[in-house]
């Protein structure tokens, strides 16, 4: 396998950031043509936004918390050279797990749901830094 495959699920998380990036944009948007005033933005004063714009930007600022473990991992498996097929198919799992989690947390579906999803994709990403260690130790 292509060292370069294990960088496509990385690219496919950071374009899935850019997605919700617009869509976060979208609810504030709403939420000021629904009234909130613009103070809110200018100074963190005013109205308390939507729920659903708060729902955004906390999902927003969540894909930069634990899928930077997962940039680091993914970066470090290519550049050391030990991106193989396990760990790109768990690199994959991993990403489609975290959008999953988007669309869950942004259509405020059941919390069990949610927290599954995210559990999953954290013993996802614990097992790709598995894969990893194992790789970097056994084979230098």
Known sequence: MEAVAILYPLF????WTFLIAAYMVATAVKALRAGLGVEYFRYGDGDEPPGYMRSAYQHYSN???????????GLLAYVSGH????????AWSYAGMRMIHSVLHLQNSNIPRRRDAYLVSTLLLLAMWGVLLFEVVTNG
């Open 12 to 15: 496919a998380l950071v374009g």
């Open 63 to 73: 894909l930069f918390e634990m899928p930077v473990l997962f940039y680091v991992g």
């Open 83 to 90: 991106s193989g097929p396990l760990l790109v198919a768990v």
